[in-house]
């Protein structure tokens, strides 16, 4: 039997601001969503927070809206909803990215909250309590050193969420709510490269959702795709979102990588792939994003899988996106 | 710590309980209501044994806490079987062999059925996806996949 969970106290706000309340009032207490993430950590030891604040009965979380500028998607949404919502058909990356995220029940529950806020994640670190203790533990949580990077000072666990990067690709800012106000940040400035301290959120700041520019343009395409040890239900050893903008010069790329670091990274190509471009050309852009995706990950020995495989296979993949939503652009415009 | 009071329906049947914050929904069906069927393999949500449906929608009862359950509609693998007669899709488990050790049994059962109400007429590779959460360590899959296509074709024809 696995270890059961440490004592706490329950706490359920029907509103954002009870529990922004809560949260300001429990200094030492934790959100919990859908429960998919913390939960499993806390049976490993991982925090033993006094009080946690269920997310669950606060209706407001939940809406996914129009709004006059784009979309709105609240923090409770659960990635099931996500995965079969009409209004996502626009936004390819974020439908594909939420299909693929765990299995069918986890995403019954799992919040896009939850998994923007996700721990990051590391060999030494989702193991149990025993298991860490025997290893002396670790820099990310009661330990002196980090396995991975044993002269460095800082933890190199790894941010694998996959929904991240398909919005960071779509221009996604998310809005964060403490009893004091509220703030609104591109996504990509949610994150910090420290595997133990990656995100910007304050203890009694929760996230209300995420805005997305609107994205009708029939042209503009995007995709999600990851490799993992188990193909049918796994964390990404490295994850790809990639969206193509059609504009004067030709096509434009804008990518963004999850498990390759401690923060989800976003890399806008500097140029654009001209539309007149022969074949000899068009392969001579697309070595070059290869070789840049290369240069702009840093995955590290946190998995069983060894970092450069991921570095080639990261590569390879944005290669093959990029690839595929090019050609499939240009049919789009010979056929229109 | 002092108790919280919880009002459920499981499997049809209005059912009250006390359990503590730290309390997973897998703990209470077993500990607690002697629900036996939903298994614990791992309580960190790898595995599926403790699959059971939470308003319609299949969970990992694991990764559940019990008093989330407030006013929720729980089915459990008991509640499968009618009046003494199996569900088609347990049925077919026993006709075609789709479990050795059984352990893995009831959690698949349950998603399968979550599966056939949403969709009917499966393809294998449906199937193969909407069972991805549920390890089993004996047969294989095949004989589980054979026996779920199986089942859905009996629903079907019956209906
Ligand atoms: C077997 C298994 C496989 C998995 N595979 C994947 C995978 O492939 N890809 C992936 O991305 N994830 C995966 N997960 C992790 C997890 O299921 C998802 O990331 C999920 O989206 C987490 O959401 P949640 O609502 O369950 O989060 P919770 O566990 O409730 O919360 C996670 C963290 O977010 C915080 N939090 C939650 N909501 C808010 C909010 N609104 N404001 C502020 N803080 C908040 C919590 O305090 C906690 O720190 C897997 C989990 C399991 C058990
Ligand atoms: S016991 Fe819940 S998933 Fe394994
Ligand atoms: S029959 Fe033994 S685990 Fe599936």
Redesign the pocket.
Known sequence: MSAPLPEFTLLHPHDVDAALAAAKAHPEA???????????NMRHGIGAPDTLIS?SRIKA?RRISATDDGLFIG??VT?AELARHPVLRHYEAIRDAAC????PS?RN???L???L???TRCLYYNQSDWWRHSNGYCLKYRGEICHVAPRGKRCRAAF????APALMVHGARIELATADGTRHLPLEAFYLEDGAAHLV?APD????GVYLPPNDADSARSAYTKI?IRQA????LAGVALACDPVAEGLRFRLAFTGTNARPVLVDLPEALDSGANDATRDDYFNGLEKLVQRSVSPQRTTTTQPHYRRLAVAAMARRLAVGLAAGSAAGSAAG | MSKTHVTTTINGTRTEFLCEANETLLTVLRDRLHLTGAKEGCG???CGACSVTLNGRLVASC?VLGVEAEGAEITTVEGMAEGGELHPLQQKFLDLAALQCGVCTPGILVAAKALLEKNPDPSEQEVRYWLAGNLCRCTGYDKIIKAVLAAAADLRGAA
């Open positions: 934790r959100f919990v969503a859908g429960g998919t993430d913390l939960l499993v997310l979380l923090a409770g990635l693929v995220v765990a299995g986890h529950a799992a919040t909250g939850g998994n806020c996700l721990d694998c969420g996959d929904m959120l700041e929760i996230v209300t993992r239900i796994d964390f990404p | 960190s949500g790898d990764l």
